[in-house]
Every structure is written in structure tokens, then in C-alpha cells.
């Protein structure tokens, strides 16, 4: 969706490496999300955020960490604790009132 | 059971027919619903809200059964560019804004 910018589009991480996906947007959204999608499943939520400097785990949110500084930006990192982290990570961003998701273009990250 | 549940097909369909797919949602206070459409290897895509009234765009009709709890799509005329897999989204109400999807339904229309 336009204005929202997910990169890198792919991403290799070798064993034991950090790596952090961006998610950006212009949208003005304060609610902003991260979903992981295995081939053939439905989207499993990692991390939420609703205002700058909070966000909550989801679902799934071991070996994983964010931080929400800027309204626009809401950083995914994917920790070495994470041992299986091949996937296609999506970013979405919500406005209020029950107004629906959009979503980033998306990151497929796989292990060197 | 779970919150969100769909058929995940796949729906093999021919070009011109009209094929519908339910989705049925566990809790009574969810407050707004959506149609995602996400094609292979791709982002979903927001196709259409889905209202009390019921609502149509062009082809496509999406219905709301609260006493039933389930939303329905309904794509008639089928194209070979309507394939893709089609998620179903209830948001619930709270003090955050609780968003669940559906696994999808996966639509193959063949020529």
C-alpha cells in the first residue's frame, strides 16, 4: 500500500546474527503491527504498537524485539534466539475507529 | 473453536461462475469486518469493508450475519485474475484494536 515502506524486500541472516527489518509510514497511523507468514498459513501477529514508546507481544513475539521511537518507524528485530526465522514478515498500519489494516509490500527473510 | 474460521479450499472454479465463500467469527461483540484479497507471495490487499446492510463493488458482494456470526463474499462472473487467496478479517473491540485473520480461502478460477 502506499506510504508505507518495508525494506529491505529480501534478507539473508547467517547463524547466530541479528538482523532488523524496517517498517516506515506516512500515513499518520498510531497503531502499527508485525505479522509472520509461513508458506501455505494465515498471518500470525509478533508485535503490536498504539502510541510511541509502548508495544505489546503477540502471539508469537519469542526471539523477536522492537521499539517504537518515531510515529512513523517500528523497527522488527529478529534475534538469534529465533532458530527458525525463514518466513515473509508483513507490516501493517491501522488507523482508529475500527478502520481496517494495510500492509507493507513485505520482507522475505531466509537463513544463509 | 477458533475466532476466525474458513473453508481454506481450494475453490476451483470455472471463468463466469459465481462462487461464495463464508467466514464465521466466535465472539458476538466483534465490531467490523473486512475482505483481504492476498495473491501468491504478496501482500494482502484490502477488497472491501463489510457492512450490516450488506455492500457491492461491481462483481463482488460482501454480507454480515450477526445472529449467525458469519460474513459472507460473494464474487460473481468469475476471472482468471480473481484467483489469489481471500482472508477474512473480524476486528474485536477493546481498549487496542484486536485484529484477527482468518488462515484464507484459496480461489483458483480456470479458463
Known sequence: DGGITQSPKYLFRKEGQNVTLSCEQNLNHDAMYWYRQDPGQGLRLIYYSQIVNDFQKGDIAEGYSVSREKKESFPLTVTSAQKNPTAFYLCAVQGTGGQPQHFGDGTRLSIL | ?111
Open chain 2, 1 to 111: 473453536r477458533k475466532e476466525v474460521e474458513q473453508d481454506p479450499g481450494p475453490f476451483n472454479v470455472p471463468e463466469g461462475a459465481t462462487v461464495a465463500f463464508n467466514c464465521t467469527y466466535s465472539n458476538s461483540a466483534s465490531q467490523s469486518f473486512f475482505w483481504y484479497r492476498q495473491d501468491c507471495r504478496k501482500e494482502p490487499k484490502l477488497l472491501m469493508s463489510v457492512y450490516s446492510s450488506g455492500n457491492e463493488d461491481g462483481r463482488f458482494t460482501a454480507q454480515l450475519n450477526r445472529a449467525s456470526q458469519y460474513i459472507s463474499l460473494l464474487i460473481r462472473d468469475s476471472k482468471l485474475s480473481d484467483s489469489a487467496t481471500y482472508l477474512c478479517v473480524v476486528n474485536m473491540p477493546g481498549g487496542y484494536q484486536k485484529v484477527t485473520f482468518g488462515t484464507g480461502t484459496k480461489l483458483q478460477v480456470i479458463p
